[in-house]
């Protein structure tokens, strides 16, 4: 393997776990409850056109180094949200709508993050 792939690859290692997580979290979900995979997935898919949030999170992926601080950077924000909701801070917010933002965020900073990785890539 060409030593040019190797260190893409080794530099990228966080981006196709985060990828590889949130198709695993679609086939899982299928299988175990499809009725909530399916509103998350829903959810997430009309959380595209809010192109400040894309926008953020491109940005965040093309930017940020360290992809492994941004992707626990998001999942504690996430967690902390989510005892937020639980104790009735956010009465407006539900879980799963949060969940698919999550997914929305690391989806598209991981794929701007590879992006970052593959340009340097030279034939």
Not at 39 to 66: M, Q
């Amino acid at each position: 393997m060409n030593d040019q792939l190797k260190t893409i690859l080794i530099n990228a290692k966080w981006n196709f776990a985060v990828l590889a997580s949130i198709l695993l979290l679609a086939v899982l979900g299928k299988i175990i409850n499809p009725e909530l995979t399916n509103s998350i997935f829903a959810t997430a898919d009309k959380l595209i056109s809010e192109l400040i949030l894309l926008f953020v999170a491109i940005t965040l992926g093309a930017f940020i180094p360290n992809f492994k601080m941004l992707v626990l950077g998001a999942v504690a924000v996430f967690i902390g949200a989510a005892v937020l909701i639980y104790l009735g801070v956010f009465t407006y917010l539900k879980t799963d709508y949060l969940f698919s933002v999550l997914i929305v965020v690391l989806g598209f900073a991981s794929i701007a993050n590879l992006y970052r990785h593959y340009r340097e890539f030279r034939f």
